[in-house]
């Protein structure tokens, strides 16, 4: 399932329904309009993985951004230790850094994708089976 990460990690998933009413209640964001055309770049993941991704637009990161920020406040004990970077993960290659770049290179330039965010899913999965959306929540 295509997602972006908001925050991770999330709440445990017994805590889905409580969190989910707390979130529905509390969200003041308005739908946004979310654009990937900015490119692919990448980073290390633990392990050997080097994880390839689509960057959005400033106004999309921008609105990404200030739905964390939303977020990291209604629930702070699911702050992240390193720095929001916004992405849609396309791949992963067991490659190092500069393998992975010039692997890069030869995707060629990403068409632009994009589409409406009227709503924040809870999602979860069990070791290596598909997310599957457990609780979501309008932006009004």
């Not at 030869?106 to 959306?133: H, Q």
Request: proline share 7%; hydrophobic share 40%; net charge positive.
């Amino acid at each position: 399932m295509p997602h972006v990460n908001i925050l991770w990690p999330f709440v445990p998933q017994d805590e889905f329904v409580s969190t989910a009413t707390r979130l529905q209640h509390a969200l003041t964001l308005k739908p946004f309009q979310l654009t990937f055309d900015a490119g692919f770049d990448l980073f290390k993941q633990k392990g050997n993985n080097t994880v390839v991704f689509l960057k959005p637009n400033t106004a999309s990161t921008a609105s990404l951004g200030a739905l964390q920020t939303q977020l990291t406040t209604l629930l702070p004990q699911c702050r992240k230790r390193r720095a929001f970077q916004p992405h849609l993960t396309v791949g992963k290659f067991k490659l190092d850094e500069a393998g992975t770049r010039q692997q890069i290179d030869t995707f060629g330039t990403p068409s632009t994708l994009s589409f409406r965010v009227d709503r924040v899913y809870l999602i979860a999965r069990e070791r290596d089976t598909p997310f599957r959306i457990v609780k979501s929540i309008p932006l009004l």
